[in-house]
């Protein structure tokens, strides 16, 4: 039989952990069972080794044995940090990373940092150094696991705040359990070895009872077991142990924004875990209390799951089409028994329509649990000032109009008040207006009046009718409301993903989608700003407003982004104290730049989703402009070989036939001189000269152009009269006949350089003469166009085809017109036209003439357009 | 050096050209005739039956291939094409098209002559008789299908033989690749470049290295056998 291969994504993960450093936990059920003892006890051990062992943090609690037992190993300084007036000495990683030794104690990793620290979480801290191939011993309670939390707090009562996600026990590669029975444990406490006498004693009727103790025992125990479970499972997948595997299960989480959220998530999350599935995290966006949904969410995502939102009216149609189509098994959900609305009935709906799947109902929390619930945002009273205000106004003027007002009009006016509230304020303003309006209609109009007793039965149904009708108004007009707010929020979040999808579209170069990006931000939250990797590490690109400016510890919070390729700042776990949030810009699987933005609060989740979205569509658009960019350059590299065979060519040319006249010139006189007329002899020897002139001009003009093209063209800006420069030129031209030269006054000056500006008219002037026939007439002409001065020179030669007037200043177009068109270089016009524009003008050319007898030559005019002095 | 004589026309756009070749080859026993353009090249052949043509193959009127090719349909004049090096597959298609020889811009004006020379002596004198051919030391005897070099006969393989005896038929002209492969092998095989340098590299080892130095390679157009 053909040996099992082991699972390639076991194999991956375990390389993955080669190069890091080794973990290893410390793991206990309550303080003081020693495991800081039993982990130092081991250092020792190492220590005497020969490893190199330093303590980067110890916990003493004030026990001297503890302390004592630290002894002569080396320990790191604490960091003081300033907090509220106080100072809190942490630990310090950086001094950690510095020294980087073999092994390094860090105790207590549960513990939340100060603000302003690197991370949130010392587990952060611990994962840092692993990182950089530090090996990390730790101790752990058990009640601080994320997934243990709730059961720790239902079975002790007390609720711990500082918890760390369970993927962190995952990450030791070792884990000790430090056990130590109850009893022990109360006998230790006793002793006050644990706590002062005065605390122990509080705790010994508190956190440390038996039973609490034995509970806690247990759960420490089962993690633990869990964990050699999983590591015999994943070295069976590792060896190709071919073994009963649980068929694929997947655990959904349903997220509400009830107070049982986190709750449902820890229970899915350990479900999810003891049958080894994935996890996922779903909420319906209904428009509700947001911070609870997310925070719930959140901790799935730390729990090692997904999170996913759809936007859906059905609930439970909305949990049936997704677990159909993911294949999930179980769905895990909060019993939500304060519910009194049929429609969010979901355990029942689900009950009846769930049939594929096992449904797992999670009590309640017992309490609202103070640490983790998210503080509510304080009451908005305004709603129901108005509605008071109005209230009184509708009874003062129904007291006033009382006359002609029939009583039942006063209700249907209360109901409409009722339903103006409610769908302005929401659901308990209607409420509010609803039981207030119902009291005023009773006591101010209703017979007896200014009594709330009612003498007419009829009147006492009406009355009954108004506040049911009040309620449903109010109620109804509430949710309406409500599912606009939310359905606007999400048109928003909508239009604007669709809007700077549009924008970077438009967006052409680099520069333009980054300014785009950082607006986009900046006008989400506040303030933008895009940085990218630069010579000098990440620097910043664009910043929107420009006076933003990162401090120091932004720019270790983005730089954190970019290196660690996750979100940093203000509403993430890392660096939260940093006013700024940064998202990484992927861009080919690669982080290649750092998105920031300043939020004015804690981002809400819709904006989250949006700025992520902006940094995907960014980095798109970064990596489109990059390969525009790419084309571009290698369009110009194809111009530039272009253009070199053209040189090639018209080297094999014009320096060709120049030279095999020269030589064929030079022997045949040195051969046969004596035997040929003198006449001969003496045209032999001029056409040596004329040719050897024309090989320099060509070699001259390939230097002007090699300047042009190498960018080293330094240019004079000099007040010059033309009528001289001219003059100058037109003597480096022999041969040529002029109708005139005609420059007017107010034209007699421009600013250019004397030396390009007179090149540029011989080379005009020589190509009028190079195309026109022999006799043909050459007139130059200058005028003044507004602040230029327009220099036109005019040719009755062969023209230029209309389509190639934009072409004739490209370098060697003569040469694409095969050769032998006329001689020269090809080059004369192409230099015209760099210096014309390297001293800020302009040039062009136009043909036929207009001004010439239709059956002659069409004839050329060559405009050069530089700035009047 | 011998006085030639002949009619010589000089096809170039280039007045410089002409200015130097004209009193050179005056100087040289010839008779010069001038054209600029391919039409006017054409008619100057028909009219004055030149001896020998020196034809420049960038003319301002009509390419220099489609000169020979009009021009080859009623003359058998020698061709030689002065031409830049840049052009080589012009050169190709117009040694193929029926021109006899080459010399590339900027030439020596002895090489130049030289290579009129040879054109005018084999003119008019196609060499495909049995009679037996003998150059230098070197016989080939058609009738008998044997070929020796300074008396000591050479083992040659038909197809060797075969190429040599066209070199050496057509010694002192470039054969270009294609010339030799359909002659030997046949229209298919004119791409077969390679066949061809494999035989030219043994019938060098078989001529021995004092001969085979007169069979010079053209780079990219073809091999020729010099006198």
């Known amino acids: 039989m053909e040996k099992p291969r082991p699972d390639p994504d076991a194999l991956i993960a375990s390389l993955r952990q080669a190069g890091r450093g080794h973990l290893k936990i410390f793991l206990g059920a309550a303080p003081g069972v020693g495991k800081t003892w039993a982990m130092l006890d081991a250092a020792h051990t190492q220590q005497q080794k020969g490893v190199d062992v330093v303590a980067g943090l110890i916990e003493t609690h004030g026990r001297a044995g503890t302390a004592e037992k630290l002894g002569e190993l080396e320990a790191l300084p604490r960091q003081p940090v300033p907090y509220r007036g106080q100072s809190l000495e942490e630990f310090d990683l950086d001094a950690a990373l510095h020294r980087h030794p073999q092994l390094l104690l860090v105790d207590e990793l549960a513990h939340t940092n100060a603000p302003g620290l690197r991370h949130a979480k010392r587990w952060q801290d611990v994962q840092e150094l692993l990182e950089a191939g530090i090996n990390v011993w730790s101790t752990l309670n058990v009640q601080h696991l994320e997934s243990l939390n709730d059961q720790v707090a239902r079975i002790t009562g007390v609720r711990v705040g500082e918890t760390l996600p369970d993927t962190v026990l995952d990450l030791a590669d070792e884990i000790e359990l430090i056990d130590l029975p109850p009893a022990e444990l109360r006998t230790r406490l006793e002793e006050g070895h644990i706590y002062r006498p005065d605390v122990a004693l509080r705790a010994l009727d508190g956190f440390f009872r038996e039973g609490n103790l034995g509970a806690l025992r247990e759960i420490a125990l089962r993690r633990a077991a869990q964990r050699i479970d999983r590591d015999v499972a994943s070295y069976m997948r590792l060896s190709a142990i071919p073994g009963p595997w649980p068929v694929a299960e997947k655990v959904l989480a349903l997220v509400g924004p009830d107070l049982s959220a986190q709750n449902v998530v820890r229970h899915a999350a350990r479900l999810a875990d003891a049958l080894r599935a994935p996890l996922v995290a779903f909420h319906a966006e209904g428009g509700d209390d947001n911070t609870r949904v997310q925070a719930a969410l959140d901790l799935a995502v730390q729990l090692g799951g997904m999170a996913v939102t759809v936007n859906a009216r059905d609930l439970a149609q909305a949990v049936l089409d997704y677990a159909a189509a993911n294949n999930i098994t179980h769905i895990v959900l909060g019993r939500d028994a304060a519910r009194w609305r049929p429609r969010r009935r979901l355990t029942e709906s689900l009950t009846r329509r769930a049939t594929a799947f096992t449904l797992h109902l999670v009590p309640l929390p017992a309490a609202p649990p103070p640490l983790t619930a998210a503080p509510r945002p304080p009451r908005n009273w305004e709603p129901y000032v108005l509605a008071g205000v109005l209230l009184g106004a509708v009874t003062l003027g129904g007291i006033a109009a009382q006359s002609y007002l029939p009583q039942e009009a006063m209700g249907l006016i209360f109901t409409g008040l009722i339903a103006a509230m409610a769908s302005r304020s929401g659901r308990n303003a209607g409420l509010f207006t609803a039981i207030i309006g119902f009291f005023l209609w009773n006591f101010f109009f209703l017979p007896p009046l200014y009594t709330f007793s009612v003498s007419d039965p009829q009147d006492l149904v009406a009355l009954l009718v108004f506040l049911l009708v009040g309620l449903l108004t109010g109620t109804l007009a509430g949710r309406v409301r409500l599912e606009a707010v939310s359905s606007a929020a999400r048109v928003e979040a909508l239009r604007r993903i669709s809007l700077f999808g549009q924008r970077f579209s438009r967006a052409a170069t680099f520069s333009d989608v980054l300014r785009g990006a950082a607006e986009e931000a900046a006008s989400m939250t506040g303030a933008g700003i895009v940085l990218l990797q630069g010579v000098n590490g990440l620097e910043m690109e664009v910043c929107v407003p420009a006076e933003a400016v990162l401090d120091e510890a932004a720019q270790a919070a983005a730089e954190w982004c970019y290196s660690h390729d996750m979100e940093t700042g203000i509403g993430t776990t890392t660096l939260p104290s940093v006013p700024w949030r940064f998202l990484p810009l992927h861009t080919n699987g690669t982080v290649t730049g750092v998105l920031g933005g300043r939020p004015k609060t804690v981002p809400p989740p819709p904006l989250a989703q949006t700025l992520v979205t902006l940094a995907g569509q960014a980095a798109m658009a970064l990596e489109r402009a990059r390969l525009a960019m790419q084309t571009a350059r290698a369009q110009a590299q194809e111009d530039s070989q272009k253009l070199r065979n053209a040189l090639l060519s018209s080297l094999s040319h014009d320096l060709r036939t120049p030279l095999t006249a020269i030589r064929g010139a030079a022997e045949t006189l040195a051969q046969s001189g004596t035997a040929l007329a003198p006449a001969i002899q003496a045209d032999l020897l001029t056409s040596i000269i004329e040719d050897t002139a024309r090989m320099t001009k060509f070699l001259s003009n390939i230097m002007d152009m090699a300047r042009v093209e190498a960018g080293g063209l330094t240019v004079r800006r000099e007040r010059l009269r033309l009528a001289e420069l001219v003059e100058a030129a037109i003597a480096r031209i022999p041969g040529a006949q002029y109708t005139g030269v005609n420059i007017a006054p107010d034209a007699s000056h421009v600013l250019a350089d004397p030396v390009l500006l007179e090149q540029v008219v011989v080379n005009i002037l020589d190509n009028a003469m190079k195309y026109a026939p022999a006799g043909s007439r050459v007139a130059i002409q200058a005028a003044r166009r507004g602040e230029k001065v327009r220099l036109a020179v005019s040719d009755e030669g062969v023209g230029i085809p209309p389509g190639e007037l934009e072409a004739v200043f490209d370098s060697f177009f003569r040469a694409t017109r095969g050769d032998r068109v006329a001689p020269g270089t090809g080059l004369g016009l192409a230099i015209a036209k760099a210096f014309t524009e390297a001293m800020g003008g302009s040039i062009m050319a136009q043909s036929p003439r207009l001004d010439l007898p239709a059956d002659g030559l069409p004839g050329t005019i060559i405009t050069v357009e530089l700035p009047a002095a | 050096m011998s006085i030639a004589s002949g009619r010589i026309l000089v096809v170039d756009d280039e007045p410089q050209i002409h200015r130097f070749l004209a009193p050179a080859l005056q100087a040289a026993g010839f008779e010069p005739l001038r054209a600029e353009r391919g039409e006017a090249a054409l008619r100057a052949v028909a009219a004055n039956a030149p001896d020998l043509v020196l034809l420049d193959l960038g003319l ?81 005897d058609p009738a008998s299908a044997k070929a020796a070099l300074h008396g000591e006969a050479l083992t040659l393989t038909r197809r060797e033989y075969e190429l040599l005896l066209l070199l050496a038929r057509n010694r002192g002209r470039v054969l270009t690749h294609r010339q030799i492969l359909t002659a030997l092998w046949g229209p298919a095989h004119t791409e077969d470049v390679a066949y061809l340098r494999v035989y030219i590299g043994q019938l060098r080892k078989k001529l021995g290295a004092s001969f085979s130095a007169r069979l010079s390679t053209e780079p990219g157009v073809g091999y020729r056998l010099q006198e």
């Open chain 2, 60 to 140: 301002p009127d009509m390419d220099g291939h489609a000169v020979l090719q009009k021009l080859r349909e009623f003359s058998s004049v020698p061709v030689i094409i002065l031409s830049a090096r840049d052009r080589e597959a012009e050169k190709i298609a117009a040694l193929d098209a029926g021109a006899d020889d080459y010399v590339e811009k900027p030439f020596g004006l002895g090489e130049l002559l030289a290579r009129i020379r040879t054109a005018l002596r084999h003119k008019g004198q196609p060499e495909v008789s049995s009679q037996p051919l003998e150059f230098d030391g070197l016989v080939i």
